[in-house]
């Protein structure tokens, strides 16, 4: 019944007061980079699925930068001609993906009228995010002053040579502290410092012996498996398939539509975006 009704207010939401057939959104094709985990698959699929249980009517695809199949060219190569796509890239901050590599394969798909969104972060429904997977991993909410003293965050996230990749990973650390009133210090898996171990001894000098990390990662992986393990305390899960996450990517399709006036032209390197 479930599937049946989903299926029939898709059709009716493409049918306007007048009974004229409305022309179909533009498509949203979701860049994941890809993954040898195959639990990154998986997650991947599970948040596409929530994104589709939001937005029925929407056609819901799902490219990746390499490693997994379909690759966002094949995927973009499927497309009906003259059709419109929303890229909207997997991808926590700025840095060559969103810059170069997505821009270029929107570019190539001469045959859609493509727009690339913003990166997912940052956002405030990002930091919903990794709120809730630390209150399931133990983080209590409420602590006692001297437990608060005590505890820290180091927000674990993959890391990029790009400066703005680190600007956009403060941005959501600094919003992260406020939402649970410790310090949270980013530290990255690779490419740049601090290392999440570094940064986990410097709170410890500081008097910081509760400190959790905060899996920065869109899903599980090699890089966020080592950043959990470096955890002296408590790791929450990463982002994964989290409601907020679907929220946020039908977002940046929807910011991508409006700034653009619905219609889609050249493939353009997006900007900061928190909201």
Not at 248 to 270: E, K, M, N
Request: aromatic share 2%.
């Amino acid at each position: 019944m479930n599937a049946i009704s989903s299926q029939l207010g898709s059709q009716l939401s493409l049918v306007s007061l007048n009974g004229a057939r409305r022309p179909a959104p533009p498509a949203l094709v979701l860049v994941g980079h890809g993954s040898r985990d195959p639990r990154a698959l998986s997650t991947v699929r599970t948040l596409i699925d929530r994104v589709r249980e939001l937005r029925p009517h929407l056609p819901v695809h799902l490219g990746h930068i390499e490693l997994n199949e379909p690759l966002l060219p094949d995927t973009l190569a499927a497309l009906q001609d003259d059709s419109r796509a929303v890229l909207v890239p997997l991808l926590l901050s700025r840095g060559y993906h969103v810059k170069q590599d997505i821009p270029d394969a929107a570019a190539a798909a001469t045959r859609v009228r493509t727009h690339v969104a913003a990166p997912l972060g940052p956002h405030p429904l990002l930091v919903e995010t990794l709120h809730a997977r630390l209150t399931e991993a133990g983080w209590r909410t409420r602590m006692s002053d001297s437990a608060r003293r005590a505890s820290a965050v180091v927000l674990a996230a993959a890391g990029s040579r790009d400066p703005e990749s680190a600007v956009d990973t403060r941005r959501i650390a600094q919003l992260l502290a406020e939402r649970l009133g410790v310090p949270v210090v980013p530290a990255y898996a690779s490419a740049a410092a601090p290392t999440v171990p570094a940064a986990l001894r410097a709170l410890a000098a500081r008097g910081r012996h509760r400190v959790a990390v905060a899996s920065y990662f869109t899903a599980p992986g090699r890089f966020a498996t080592a950043c959990a393990e470096a955890a002296p305390w408590i790791a929450a899960a990463p982002l994964g398939a989290h409601p907020a996450m679907a929220r946020l990517v039908l977002h940046r399709y929807d910011q991508t539509l409006a700034a653009t006036g619905s219609a889609t032209g050249p493939a353009s390197v997006p900007a900061l975006a928190t909201a």
